[in-house]
Each structure stands twice: as C-alpha cells, then as structure tokens.
C-alpha cells in the first residue's frame, strides 16, 4: 500500500515558517551556522576538478545563499521548487531540507533540474541537533503539565537522509555529517538565538496556546543542571549537527560498481597476500 501527497502527515505549517524567516531576515539574521555550512560546500566544491557555469541554490534565505554563490539562479525551498528539468549542472539545497514534508521529492526535483553528471549538494540540521534542548523541554512539560506537546523538529539521521540519495535518483551518493557545539548565557538566550536563525518551532502539530512560564523556567533549571558548559559551568551548551548529502546525476561516464561475482580474486587469497606482504 502506498501512501499519497494528500494522505501524507503534514509536518510543517509552511505559512508559520515563512513569518518566522522573514521576521530574522527584519530583525538581524543569525547567520553562523549557515556561514559554517557555507565553508563546508565550498570546500566540497573546491575538491572537484570542474567549474560549474550553471548553478542553481534551493533555500528559505536567499539574501544570504546568494551572496555565497552570486551566479547561482535562486529559488525558494516551496513544495514545487521552480527549477527546470536539465537546466542546472550543480544544484544546491541549502539549510531548509529538514523542514520538508516530502524531502525525498525536494531531492527528486533537484536531481531532475540537473544535467548529466551534474552535482546536488545538501546542507540541513540532522542527527542530533538541539537534543539537550528537547529532552529539557520534554522533562519540564511532563513534570509541570502531566502532557508532552511538539516544539523541536524531529531530525533525520544521517544514514537515513543518506538512503534518500539513492531513492532520487542519484548516482554516487555520500553523507557526512559537521558537529558543532554552541554555548549560551542559558536556554532563553539559546531560544532567542533559534528564532533569530529562523528555526523556531513551526511544525503543523505544535501546541495553539501559549505555554505557562513554568515550563520554560524548569526547562531551563534542567539545562543549567545537566547541560553545562565544560569550559563555562555558567553557561549551557547544545550540539548542531550539520548534515551534507553529496550525489551525482547518472552517466555513463561516471565509475561502475562491480557486478556481484565479476571479482577476478578470491577474498580469502587477498587477505593471504595482505598477511605474507606483513611478515
């Protein structure tokens, strides 16, 4: 059984994310850990010997992604991304992939937007980002309120995210994954950080009504108490992890894996051979 577009849980409330975007575009967007993912593909880029002449950049911060890559086409992370098919020999999706409803059909987009053996390159919060964060909260609200509501993103792990490359359509798929650790005065100043990137909770199923401030309050003596900074006991700290999927539109001039059974030596005389060159 398969599941449709309409049937498909809905994650994100799209317009609540695009108020909460345009509000840290406004009032001063906090912009380092886009900077940190920004390095890291250039570096990606930097390692292939071919120069891209038409690149095109998905992402819900285009006055930033702009300036990192000036002779990119950008577009807007929207459901239906406005990309053409084969018009683009890099693509990058870059820092709005985890708030996708359909990732797999964001990357499916991409790949088509490609040319042959062009490059799609993604950059997006993964793994275990804001894991102190949403275990505090989740602690505070079960022992103040008795329920457990949504407020941070689920995040997919990098093996997983990885698998989406492959389901694409893409050839030569790779996954890695940048930690970051981040210290904050405590967790009202780590929150206020959050929606000054953007990333503040805008998920289809969050809580209606405000929250009584002795969640926060709680929430935030969890923190101090279990989360601190090594360096700063004053201070509490919280992991970003940055994860980067890598893949490449097929061609036939690109390296084949071998076929099972096509091997011309045996596993056991190789290993043989490995132990003799050591004695």
Known sequence: MTTSAQDRPTLTD????????????????????????ADEIQDRLSEINRRFTAPAVVTGFPDFWAQVLPDARVV??????DLQPGA????????????????????????????????????????QTLQELR??????????????????????????????LGRAGLALPVADL???????????????????MGEGNAMAARLRRPTGRAVFARAAAIMAEHHADRDDPSRIATTFDLVFLTGWSPSE???????????????????KEIRTRKT
């Open 76 to 81: 807007s992370d929207e459901p239906v991304l």
């Open 14 to 37: 799209r317009p609540a994310l695009l108020r909460q975007r345009d509000r840290a575009n406004r009032r001063g967007f906090a912009d380092i850990l886009h900077r940190l993912a």
């Open 88 to 127: 683009h020999d890099l693509v990058v999706h870059a820092m709005a992939l985890h708030w996708a409803d359909d990732p797999v059909g964001q990357m499916v987009q991409c790949a088509r937007a490609l040319r042959e053996d062009g490059l799609f390159i993604a950059a997006c919060f993964g793994g």
């Open 178 to 196: 940048v930690t970051q650790k981040a210290s904050y005065r405590d967790l009202f100043h780590l929150a206020h950080d959050l929606r000054a």
């Open 135 to 164: 275990a505090a909260l989740a602690q505070a609200e079960v022992e103040m309120t008795g329920g457990l509501s949504p407020r941070i993103l689920p995040m997919g792990e990098i093996r997983d995210m990885g698998g989406l």
């Open 253 to 271: 001039t690109q390296p084949k894996p071998l076929r099972p059974g096509s091997a011309t030596t045996r596993l056991e005389d190789a290993l």
